[in-house]
């Protein structure tokens, strides 16, 4: 059986705590390689070959639910459980709150908390029973929870919640029902503190949950480009179907204004397509016969002819929600060192909790039973590790989404953290300092050949390579409408050019190396190579029958906002290096145009990786930008792996990052995005590691000697739920993440 991955929805995950349990189970299944939780979105992503009836039975042996999900069966189904799940934690709230509030009102105004008569003991009575009732009404699910953790030798959040509110009604019984068995200081009940938890930690999973939804809404947007249908042209009527019955080869319509249905070529029309979701660029792009159009984009002022090439799963659309969905789900390292503890943070606060009990059992003073109650619930309450375990995955979720949003694809959460990190980024020349397009710009020639001859010769000897500077050849030669002729014997060296046959004689097109190595005396050209190269050309040599015939120049302008990037890039303190195949002068010349700091020149395509390697071992941060297929060994040699202008191609899976952009800028962008998702996640750490490290000693009772108060356990089921809710509200933050220069560089005004 084939590895695959696959995505299960989860259900009865409670907090950090679940996560490590869930992968520890999947990882124990026969054939599973890897198992990712995520925690904000309740699902798991599990790669292996193992069937998914084995992995839902694994995850259910445990005590949890599961079952298969598509996203966009996930989203509607998530959408309507959470809608579902908002409305019964705000019903259990008003349900506890309603008899938390008035208590603790009473309580506040009054002072009378305590039995000291029949009287009290009936009137307490009755408040005990109602508090019962919230406690099996609204707090019913964390004591099931517990249950459930207990019986497979677990301990998570519910756990906490569990034991803090039920030991606190517990013992409020023990004082009404039986309360000559207590000294009087101690006949103090606490059916207000466990009403009022239940209460405040219902809300705070509420608000909780209305936040986290907010995380997914790039997704949501990326779902919602998809058009529902599509108008097919068949047995020469136009029909109008369902998006999910076109096939491969159908030919379409699509009018001005509306959605692309699927990928396809043009065979017919002009228009210009919106394709600012996919791209994160705002100027819309011209598009004519021949020219691609992908699923999602906005047809504006044209009506248009196509052919499907991609349907349902296969359009680039689909390919990007499944990456972002994938990404928002995999873990950075730093998120593993919070998995980590909070796999071990609940039976330590047990331990915490007892220990505290113990200490004011031997030294702290009367009435003793009443204060370990009062320390225990608190220490239990306040140090739920529900902010520790969100405090990564949903900034991870909101830094992926926005980088969708941007026209940046990333295949794993982990590249996020990496980029943040850079100090060196390596770029490809063609098509990625350059605009790619390249053109020819001059054509030298020897006696007795003439230019037309060489040109001829050249572009019919190019028909058969696919590197752009062929193209450009080629392209020149049908330009001036010559006709090409058949090519015998053609190969390609990789770092050299290109030989073969035409017409009869033996051809060799290429850089210096090529003529050398092959015994040929360029000297009669070498001048006039050099000031071609100086300009930023690139002059290649061309042998015909082994005697040098002249030389073909190609240009390939830098981008326009090549420069403006690259000085981003140093106000980021990263160092820019390019590798080029291109000769040192021409090389030279784009390097100092484009402000580059350094550059190595003749590279073949083989030897990129290891330039990127030499820079790891001296102790860089390297990032490699290329097209993601020429470069690919370089892409993955490179911590992090940029490919550029490559947003429908196979290229998406060839990188760490891919940018639907050809733009140097998507890559500033990129690290921007992930210094700020890494700022916001380790914010969000902090905040959590310091409100449990700070929260605990307090809930212990360690002010008591200085102030002769504890910490009230509603105030601490109260902070408790507030931590969540507020490491989600900061995870949002990064919604409004945007780069600098960005007015710049989409409305016109000019970047540096």
Same mark, same amino acid.
């Given at each position: ?34 198992? !990712? ?78 039995? =000291? =008569? ?35 030798? =677990?301990? &998570? ?40 938890? #239940? ?19 790039? $997704? ?62 705002? /100027? ?55 998995? =980590?503890? !909070? ?35 608190? /220490? ?39 980029? !943040? ?11 990625? #300092? ?30 058969? !390579? ?20 058949? $090519?015998?014997?053609?190969?390609? @060296? ?27 005396? @360029? *000297? ?52 820019? #290096? ?18 580059? *700091?350094?550059?190595?020149?003749? $590279? ?25 297929? &020429? ?35 998507? $890559?500033?962008?990129? @690290? ?7 700022? &916001?996640?380790?914010? &969000?750490?902090?905040?959590?590691? @310091? ?10 009772? #360690? ?10 356990? /509603? ?38």
């Amino acid at each position: 059986m084939s590895a695959r991955e696959t995505e299960l929805r989860l259900s009865g995950l409670r907090c950090a705590g679940c996560v490590g349990k869930v992968e520890k189970a999947l990882l124990a299944v026969a054939g599973v390689t890897e198992a !990712s939780v995520n925690l904000a979105e309740r699902t798991v992503r599990v790669a292996g070959t193992a069937s998914s009836e084995e992995l839902v039975n694994a995850i259910e042996n445990v005590g949890f639910g599961a079952e298969l999900a598509s996203f966009e069966k996930q989203q509607e189904q998530q959408e309507a459980e959470d809608r579902r799940r908002y409305r019964y934690l705000l019903r259990h709230t008003a349900i506890a709150l309603c008899l938390g509030i008035p208590l603790m009102i009473w309580g506040m105004v009054t002072g009378e908390m305590g039995v =000291n =008569n029949t009287q009290e003991q009936i009137a307490w009575g009755v408040v005990g029973v109602l508090t019962g009732l919230i406690l099996y009404v609204s707090g019913g699910h964390f004591f099931t929870g517990m249950w459930q953790s207990l019986k497979h030798r =677990n301990a &998570n959040m519910d756990t906490l919640v569990a034991l803090g509110t039920g030991a606190a009604w517990l013992f409020s019984m023990v004082v009404v029902l039986f309360p000559q068995w207590l000294p009087a200081s101690a006949r103090h009940v606490y059916f207000e503190a466990s009403a009022m938890i #239940i209460g405040l930690i219902n809300l705070g999973h509420a608000l909780e949950l209305r936040a986290r939804g907010k995380t997914s809404e790039a $997704v949501k947007r990326l779902l919602g480009l998809q058009a529902k249908t599509a108008r097919v042209i068949r047995d020469g009527k136009e029909l109008d179907i369902p998006v999910q019955q076109v096939h491969k080869g159908d030919t379409l319509r699509v009018r001005p204004g509306e959605k692309i249905p699927v990928d396809g070529n043009i065979v017919d029309g002009n228009s210009f397509v919106d394709e600012s979701m996919l791209t994160g660029e705002p /100027v819309p792009v011209a598009k004519s016969v021949g020219d691609t159009i992908t699923a999602g984009t906005l047809n504006k002022n044209g009506a248009l002819l196509f052919v499907a090439e991609k349907v349902g799963s296969e359009t680039a659309l689909a390919r990007i929600i499944a990456l972002v969905k994938k990404a928002q789900s995999t873990k950075m390292p730093i998120a593993r060192l919070a998995d =980590n503890i !909070s796999s071990i943070f609940v039976p330590a606060v047990i331990l915490i909790a007892l220990l505290a009990a113990a200490v004011w059992f031997f030294v702290g003073p009367e009435p003793k039973v009443a204060h370990i109650l009062v320390v225990t619930t608190t /220490v239990l309450i306040i140090a739920c590790p529900c902010a520790l375990g969100l405090a990564t995955p949903m900034s991870v979720m909101v830094g992926v989404g926005k980088a969708a949003e941007l026209g940046i694809l990333i295949r794993k959460g982990d590249a996020l953290q990496q980029a !943040s990190k850079l100090t060196t980024l390596v770029l490809d020349k063609t098509g990625t #300092i350059t605009e790619g397009r390249p053109t020819v710009t001059a054509i030298i020639s020897l006696e007795p050949y003439t230019e037309a001859k060489l040109l001829m010769l050249a572009a019919s000897l190019e028909q058969g !390579s696919e590197h752009p500077l062929a193209e450009a050849i080629v392209e020149s030669g049908k330009s001036k409408q010559i006709a090409l002729k058949s $090519v015998e014997g053609f190969q390609a @060296i990789p770092g050299h050019g290109v030989s073969g046959t035409v017409d009869g004689h033996a051809l060799l097109l290429g850089n210096e190396k090529l003529m050398t190595g092959n015994g040929l005396n @360029i *000297d009669r050209l070498a001048s006039r190579a050099k000031q071609l190269a100086e300009q930023g050309q690139t002059p290649m040599f061309m042998a015909i029958d082994h005697h040098l015939a002249g030389i073909i120049s190609v240009s390939d302008p830098i981008r326009s906002d090549s420069k403006a990037a690259i000085k981003r890039l140093h106000k980021l303190g990263i160092r820019v #290096i390019m590798l080029t195949g291109d000769n040192r002068l021409t090389a030279q010349a784009i390097a100092r145009q484009a402000g580059i *700091d350094e550059f190595h020149a003749e $590279v073949l395509p083989e030897d990129k990786a290891g330039q990127v390697k030499k820079l790891q071992q001296d102790g860089h941060k390297v990032a490699m930008a290329g097209d993601g297929i &020429n470069d690919a060994p370089a892409l993955a040699q490179s911590d992090v792996g940029f490919a550029i202008g490559t947003g429908t191609d196979v290229a998406i899976e060839s990188a760490d990052v891919t940018l639907m952009s050809a733009s140097l800028h998507g $890559v500033v962008d990129a @690290i921007e995005l992930s210094k700020a998702t890494l700022r &916001n996640i380790k914010q &969000n750490l902090f905040g959590a590691f @310091i409100y449990n490290s700070l929260g605990i000693p307090i809930a212990a009772g #360690i002010l008591f000697p200085l102030t002769g108060m504890l910490l009230n356990p /509603v105030i601490a089921g109260g902070a408790m739920a507030l931590s969540s809710v507020t490491v989600v509200s900061n995870a949002n933050r990064l919604r409004w993440f945007q780069p600098t220069n960005a007015h710049d560089r989409y409305f016109g005004h000019p970047a540096l």
